[in-house]
């Protein structure tokens, strides 16, 4: 909403110190968001001056065009320096308008000046003629959008050789403000106008207080069928309109201002009173109306051309279409956009004017339906004074009689009336309570008062009429924001709530936070991926029609309609950011993500409740039965390399130990120790993937990537991926995780290398061993695995590096030698391992 400063002054009393700024800045503080300040002086320099037109010389064009070749009187000394002397008193201008004609006083930009757009004026020679400066229109001035003609001024306004900017007030600033849905009274003046009164505590001469003639049964007839859909229609006619007669240049010039591009007279004076009071107005071509106007829902079929020359095909029903019609059928489309049959043309001379209030849903889906928005539309939607329409009326008709020659008519019509005011009761400490300002009783009356509410104290409570262009205004706690608007924002207190001592995150957050350091201390490198996956994510991974995680929730309304559903792994996300990196030249990558997993049994029902209220304990219970189980998971992807080569040597791939390892390093930070065995579970490769379990429960599981997944996720073969249960491994954390023990008594070093079947489990060894070498044994590690002709086929040998010692007496000679056999004698016993030698 675009309001000029000078408009805003005329209907409140700002002290003259007050500044443009200081008022953009008040009324922001009101609520009302600054997008602009412009003063269109401000972006023109050089010359610009009022200049009189001494001949026209029409000169047609080979392309068909006709221009003129012009001289322009621009004042004595302008004349001296920027004429040449060939045309006389006056310099040469090039002209392709044809709106004016000799002795018109016209605006001149003369060379040296530059306009909006950073558009220099120089002399030129075109269309064979060195035009020195331009005759200019509203459009270059950058006063509003016409370009069909040059400004012609009133022949009283100066003399040539004067500065223009005065004459066309060019130095009014505008106030560009952007409207919430809940300022629907902002988008005009007088909403405007009624701020800035407010905000300056000065005295506010409302325009839509005036006096109105009272209805009679002489106005245009009017039958309303939809009250509901409109309250209240107004209607007034007048006679002997003069359709061939200008908009005066103050209208013209504050349309321009408000962003309207002046049409006609007639159509000029609806969009005056529409931004000068908020009421849309519409008229008729009383010539081309048939029997009464009535107001009625669209029926099957029905079709309408709007003024924008389109054929509608309106929607019926009770919540379709609101129409104005008469007896030959639709004439426009209520609230929105009139149509072409009635509509008024450059030979109406008797008009019906309709000032109404419709229904801001009924206008919302209109609207929408039809992808059809109008300044109408946009102040309907949002919320009307519905008392304000005999007031517009008479406002219309008042400049129609005075500006158009017309006679109004004594007839007046008034269909319905205005809904009753709202009333709302709150405590008078309730803006204090809220805002935690010193706000007393005696304020918020004031403040209340301000912005048009009608006031009624009762001891410690106070009552509130709410002013009819306030729809917005529903509740206490409305209430409680027009005292705090007004109070200002800007002296709310900032007091930080005092912190309990002793207190620091909680414990599974510190839980959280030291898997991610882990992580991130070994080389991983987190990503967030949208919870979000679709039926090609479980192709992609290869799961089975029955897999479990194929039963997902699907949302209403997905940001992406191939991504429909919401995840139960992680995978599909982490797999997808790697196979980014890969692609765009990040070849080695490893990647971890914490985050939510939806997984529903398919037995969840929503309860759907009322507004009204809170929940009760039981439909609460409702509420979270409702909720899917959403564990906490952990996942990690691998590819290329995870050490890279250089100098110090070889690097090395990343494979399935990677995976299982990080998940090891993990649970050891939380104190828990995981066990491993062979699995077959997609999207891993089969003979590559591992279960992992905290004694009899499956956190999940690691290994190599399929093929088939590989190259489905565009990640290099052999990649690797390890998912779990974070929660799960959580649960069974030990708040304090042991230290580790440092002996200070030597070691003794034993290495043992067994050669088992290729199917056997190494972990499985290295249970045995540990079991059987008793709590002497320190460490045992895997530090090699070989297979070859040397230990025969199906078989390899994998080679343990065992550590003994105790924590108070160095051992004696033959302890660890009989441990280590003890140990190696118990692999051999369980899987059925041989010693090599």
């Not at 075109?126 to 509203?138: E, K, N, Q």
């Not at 706000?439 to 918020?444: K, M, N, R, V």
Request: proline share 7%; aromatic share 4%; charged share 25%.
């Amino acid at each position: 909403m675009k309001a000029p400063v000078s408009w805003i002054r005329e209907y409140v009393d700002l002290p003259e110190a007050v500044s443009t700024e200081q008022l953009a800045a008040k009324l922001t503080m009101l609520g009302l968001k600054l997008e602009a300040l412009e003063t269109p002086a401000d972006a023109i320099t050089g010359p610009l001056v009022i200049g009189r037109v001494l001949t026209i010389e029409k000169e047609p064009q080979k392309n068909g065009k006709v221009i003129n070749w012009c001289t322009v009187d621009v004042g004595p000394e302008l004349n001296a320096v920027h004429g040449t002397g060939e045309f006389g008193d006056g310099v040469g201008i090039v002209c392709g308008a044809h709106n004016f004609v000799e002795g018109d006083l016209v605006v001149v930009c003369l060379p040296g000046a530059v306009l909006p757009g950073n558009f220099e004026i120089s002399a030129r020679k075109t269309y064979g003629h060195v035009s020195t400066g331009m005759i200019c229109s509203v459009r270059e001035l950058g006063l509003g959008e016409d370009h069909d003609g040059i400004i012609v001024l009133p022949a009283d306004v100066g003399a040539p050789g004067e500065e223009a900017f005065g004459v066309l007030a060019m130095s009014d600033s505008v106030i560009e403000f952007e409207i919430n849905p809940d300022r629907a009274y902002a988008l005009s003046l007088r909403g405007i106008a009624r701020e800035a009164a407010i905000g300056f505590d000065a005295p506010f001469h409302d325009p839509g207080q005036r006096p109105v003639p009272a209805a009679n049964d002489g106005g245009p007839p009017v039958i309303v069928d939809d009250a509901e859909g409109c309250p209240v229609f107004v209607a007034r006619s007048v006679t002997g309109f003069d359709p061939a007669a200008p908009t005066p240049d103050w209208m013209v010039r504050r349309l321009n201002q408000s962003g309207m591009r002046p049409i006609s007279l007639g159509v000029d004076i609806t969009n005056y009173v529409m931004l000068e009071l908020g009421q849309p107005i519409h008229g008729y071509d009383r010539a081309k109306l048939v029997g009464a106007i009535r107001v009625r829902r669209a029926t099957e079929g029905e079709q309408l051309t709007t003024l924008d020359g389109q054929l509608r095909t309106l929607s019926p029903g009770a919540s379709g279409d609101l129409l104005i019609t008469d007896d030959s059928g639709p004439i426009g489309i209520a609230g929105t956009m009139g149509g072409q049959t009635t509509e008024m043309s450059e030979l109406t001379t008797d008009v019906v004017i309709e000032a109404a209030h419709f229904s801001a849903v009924s206008i919302f889906r209109t609207e929408r339906r039809h992808k059809l928005p109008s300044e109408a539309s946009k102040r309907f939607e949002r919320g009307v004074d519905p008392e304000l329409p005999a007031a517009a009326a008479d406002r219309v008709v008042e400049l129609m009689v005075e500006l158009g020659g017309a006679t109004a008519d004594p007839g007046v019509t008034v269909v319905g009336e205005a809904p009753q005011r709202r009333a709302i009761t709150a405590a008078t400490a309730l803006p204090a309570r809220v805002t935690g300002m010193e706000i007393t009783a005696e304020t918020a009356v004031s403040n209340l008062e301000q912005v048009g509410c009608d006031v009624v104290v009762d001891g410690d409570t106070l009552t509130a009429t709410v002013p009819p262009w306030r729809p917005d205004m529903s509740d206490p706690f409305d209430l409680v924001e027009e005292v705090a608007r007004i109070v200002g924002y800007d002296k709310v207190p900032s007091v930080l709530p005092p912190a309990p001592s002793g207190r620091g995150l909680p414990l599974i957050q510190k839980l959280r936070r030291r898997v991610g350091l882990v992580l991130a201390g070994a080389g991983w490198t987190e990503s967030i991926s949208y919870p979000f996956v679709g039926d090609a994510d479980w192709s992609n991974l290869g799961l089975a029609d029955d897999d479990e995680r194929r039963r997902a929730i699907r949302m209403a309304n997905p940001l992406n309609a191939e991504e429909p559903q919401l995840a139960t792994t992680l995978l599909p996300g982490v797999l997808r950011s790697l196979g980014l990196n890969v692609g765009r030249g990040n070849g080695d990558a490893s990647l971890f993500e914490t985050g939510l997993v939806f997984r529903p049994t398919g037995e969840e029902k929503a309860p759907i409740l009322g507004v009204d209220r809170r929940p009760t304990k039981a439909e609460w219970a409702e509420i979270e039965k409702a909720v899917p189980h959403q564990p906490q998971h952990l996942v990690l992807a691998v590819a290329g390399h995870r050490e890279r080569s250089g100098w110090w040597g070889e690097g090395r791939q990343g494979s399935w130990a990677d995976a299982i390892e990080a998940v090891r390093r993990v649970a050891a930070a939380v104190g828990v120790e995981i066990e491993v065995s062979a699995a077959a579970v997609a999207p891993w490769h089969p003979g590559r993937c591992a279960e992992i379990r905290v004694g009899e429960t499956t956190l999940g599981h690691a290994g190599e990537l399929h093929p088939k997944v590989c190259k489905a996720f565009g990640v290099p073969e052999r990649s690797a991926a390890a998912e779990i249960d974070l929660d799960a491994l959580l649960e069974r954390a030990q708040v304090i995780t042991p230290s580790p023990r440092f002996g200070t008594y030597p070691v003794a070093k034993e290495d043992v290398a067994l050669v088992v079947d290729v199917g056997v489990p190494s972990v499985d060894v290295e249970a045995a061993l540990r079991e059987g070498a008793g709590e002497l044994l320190e460490s045992v590690r895997l530090f090699d695995v070989f297979t070859g002709d040397q230990v025969g086929e199906g078989r390899k040998s994998l080679a343990f590096a065992l550590r003994f010692r105790s924590p108070d007496r160095t051992l004696k000679e033959g302890e660890a030698t009989a441990a280590r056999e003890a140990a190696v004698a118990l692999a051999a016993e369980r899987t059925g391992a041989v010693q090599r030698v």
